[in-house]
């Protein structure tokens, strides 16, 4: 299957050259996108038949490091994530064969574009330390090139120069993560790592570089500064390529060093998982609450679920260390849950903003409104994308928080005092970023498609192509399906959490009305296919009940208008009235908001204005004064480019004396 898969991405990379030769041709957007529909559905028919069959495949080819070549593998985790990203692969692809065709300058997206699913797909075949870390940056470079592909927006290339930074401190801190565990050796095949059992405080080391490194690309607080501005900027197929498969791509990285190369885990490692995803989690929404871009609000969003994800993960680790591996499963299921859920629901969030983009020319949610009457269908499957990442049954995002939740609900038996007042206190913000989550998605729908247009674009808009709604309905499928029978995702997860911690969940699908019982029945179990007839069943007979038994009869009088006697859409609630309440609750701690009011003296004829600022305080606190510093090491170093010969030889040869005393000195 490894060498299956190998020739999958060959495929991707031949389309670049491709795509350079059609770059003159009308067609050169379909026939680039069509072949990587098709190449990634291969990919993850390979991912699926490698997982269901439980097999390990390897491949090896003669290239890389002389005396290691290149190892490439197929294990249950790659398997897993194999799917993960030719899924997202595909409906990107499906969505941009009609979305490309409104593309500016499609010629700077169509060579990059199949280039970053092969490197995507790399990373998550690659069984050695060398061959990772060159697809990890082949990865960044490629979408680093997409982020740019409107470049004429200054925004755009802040944003590359910010995502590159970032990109290359991860790469560094994976590169050093992966030497320590090489070793004095050199030996950087994942087979040799497995075996090496480091020390300790090896191990504990290379922990906090993998979290460091992959979370660096996952987007964790506080190395979160470049994806909400690198998301937004790229075009909409290639964010939610970003958003819902890079992010996990990412993960999977952490997944495979701390779970599979480091061996058995410290019960203080889970502390350290735990307390970041936490945090993320919440000041991921808490963020999301404040912005006006739509694509902006999306992309904070992904911050809060990688936090979500991370708890998952902190929960399997704290549960691993004690040998518990039921419990592990457990929170290792609701994890990689999750990482499925959110690469389908977010991406379908970011094709309805896309669609919405395409529609009216408009990311700010105040020159929105009213869409679902000129784009009723988007709004439909944008409004399941928002009731799944809210974390509302029946859909999908509800079963992976809950499955989150059981786990929490287990922590009582984890002998560590630190755990003991640490987990509860991380639930406590999970239940919070749900809540605000569930607030946050309000706005943005209601904002967005709901009252009328606040400006004449979006009055103006019309739906978007059959091709861009055939990917959306797939995904929003998908999220009923994995809510409504997440018992079927749960069984197909055993192989990787069997292979990580040494055990899985409890068979699922052979369980009555395919309820889902994460431990035992006596403690909890939940039923997504009957919340779903429910919910239908008592949503259409209210519908028959308003419709057909109510009174026909027409009563007429004065519209309420709120006390507003003109009825405009200005007066209409914004996306700025509708985060006020928590601005003012988190603002002056969370965001050092402030509210600045502008009122005209009488009989002045300029409007009244309220201008509000909100900071970013971890950009503030540390990445700004990092900018600063190099920007004037920069200026003062400058000087060197116009020494004499002379200086140059001076300077070099007191670096050599430098080198030399240094040698001397080591010993």
């Known amino acids: 299957m490894a060498t299956y898969a190998l020739y999958g991405v060959a495929a991707l990379l031949a389309l670049a050259p491709i795509a350079v030769a059609l770059a003159a041709s009308a067609r050169a957007s379909n026939v680039i996108y069509v072949a990587s529909l098709l190449v990634t559905l291969a990919l993850g028919v390979i991912g699926l038949m490698s997982l269901f069959e439980r097999t390990v495949s390897i491949a090896t080819l003669p290239l890389g490091l002389p005396w290691l070549g290149a190892h490439f593998r197929i294990d249950a985790l790659a398997a897993f994530f194999v799917i993960i990203v030719n899924l997202g692969g595909a409906a990107a692809s499906l969505f941009a064969i009609g979305y490309g065709s409104h593309e500016e300058s499609p ?27 060159v697809s990890w940056e082949f990865m960044s470079l490629s979408s680093w090139a997409l982020v740019v592909a409107h470049h004429r927006e200054r925004e755009n290339l802040r944003a590359g120069y910010v995502y590159l930074l970032m990109a290359s401190l991860g790469t560094l801190a994976l590169l050093l993560a992966f030497g320590l565990l090489a070793g004095s050796d050199g030996n950087y095949a994942f087979d040799a790592m497995r075996a090496s059992h480091p020390a300790p405080a090896l191990a504990a080391t290379v922990l906090v570089l993998a979290l460091v490194g992959a979370g660096s690309k996952a987007g964790i607080v506080p190395l979160h500064a470049w994806l909400p501005l690198a998301h ?5 197929h290639v964010s939610a390529l970003m958003s819902g498969v890079m992010t996990k791509v990412a993960v999977y990285g952490f997944v495979r060093i701390a779970f599979d190369l480091l061996g058995e885990p410290a019960w203080w490692w889970s502390m350290l998982v735990l307390a970041v995803g936490g945090i993320t989690a919440v000041m991921g929404v808490l963020y999301a609450l404040m912005q006006h871009d739509l694509k902006r609000l999306l992309a904070y969003h992904t911050v809060e679920n990688i936090g979500i994800i991370y708890i998952g993960l902190g929960l399997a680790l704290a549960f691993k260390a004690y040998g518990m591996p039921v419990a592990a499963a457990l929170a290792l299921t609701a994890g990689l849950f999750h990482v499925f859920n959110h690469s389908v629901f977010k991406s379908l969030l970011f094709f309805g903003a896309g669609a919405v983009l395409n529609a009216t020319g408009e990311r700010d949610m105040e020159h929105l409104g009213g869409l679902i009457h000129r784009m009723p269908q988007t709004a439909f499957v944008f409004l399941v994308g928002c009731v799944a990442i809210s974390a509302l049954p029946p859909l999908n995002g509800f079963v992976s928080e809950w499955l989150t939740f059981q786990a929490i609900l287990l922590s009582p038996q984890l002998p560590s005092w630190g755990l003991t007042f640490l987990v509860p206190a991380v639930g406590a913000l999970l239940a919070l970023s749900a809540a605000l989550a569930a607030a946050c998605f309000v706005k943005a729908f209601g904002v967005t498609f709901l009252g009328r ?47 990580l911690v040494g055990k899985s969940m409890p068979h699922q699908t052979g369980l009555d009305w395919l309820t889902v019982v994460p431990i035992a029945e006596s403690r909890s179990s939940y039923n997504g296919l009957l919340v779903f007839i429910f919910v239908t069943l008592s949503g259409s007979i209210a ?125």
């Open 453 to 499: 247009p606040r400006t004449p674009a979006a009055a103006n808009a019309r739906e978007t192509d059959s091709n861009s709604l055939a990917a959306m309905y797939f995904l929003a499928a998908l999220c009923l399906v994995a809510g409504i029978l997440p018992g079927i995702f749960i069984d197909a997860l055993a192989p990787v959490t069997n292979a």
């Open 107 to 133: 010629q700077r997206v169509l060579p990059f574009y199949p280039t970053y699913l092969a490197a995507m797909n790399l990373v998550v075949l690659a069984d050695d330390a060398f061959s990772f870390l």
């Open 543 to 667: 519908a028959f009940a308003i419709h057909r038994l109510a009174s026909d009869k027409l009563r007429r009088g004065p519209a309420w208008d709120c006390g507003y006697p003109e009825l405009s859409p200005a007066t209409q609630y914004t996306a700025s009235s509708f985060a006020q309440p928590i601005r003012r609750v988190y603002g002056t701690t969370v965001f050092r908001a402030r509210e600045i009011g502008e009122m005209p003296p009488p009989g002045a004829t300029t409007p009244a204005r309220l201008t509000v600022e909100i900071h970013d305080l971890i950009w503030d606190a540390a990445y700004a004064p990092i900018a600063a510093f190099i920007g004037y090491a920069a200026e003062r170093l400058n000087v060197l480019q116009f020494l004499t010969i002379r200086r140059y030889l001076t300077l070099v040869f007191s670096a050599l004396v430098l080198l030399l005393l240094v040698l001397a000195i080591w010993p």
């Open 232 to 236: 937004p900027a790229a075009p909409s």
